[in-house]
């Protein structure tokens, strides 16, 4: 959505509270037709002890499946269970 700056002034509330409704929204706050600034939802923080428990996790799941203790080795790859695709910290 783009908004001029007059207008975002008179409606931030609004826009703010459309912005908490869909996190995935974003105001672009326009001067003379050009984007100066943005307005979207910040990202959530991981809850804390969240990457702990999910390495517990994955540990369990790892053992489960008979992995070798050398392939199974997670703080090795934590970096990718954390931050990879499926990680808990985006």
Known sequence: MKVPTSEARRR???LVR???????LTVEIL???EPVAELRAIRPHPMP?????????????????GARAAASNV????KDHLYGPGGIIR
């Open 12 to 14: 931030l509330p609004k």
């Open 18 to 24: 459309q912005v908490q409704q869909d996190p995935t």
């Open 31 to 33: 001067v003379r037709d």
């Open 49 to 65: 002890g969240e990457a702990a428990r999910k390495l517990l996790v994955l540990a369990r799941r790892l053992a489960k499946s």
């Open 75 to 78: 703080s090795e790859t934590v």
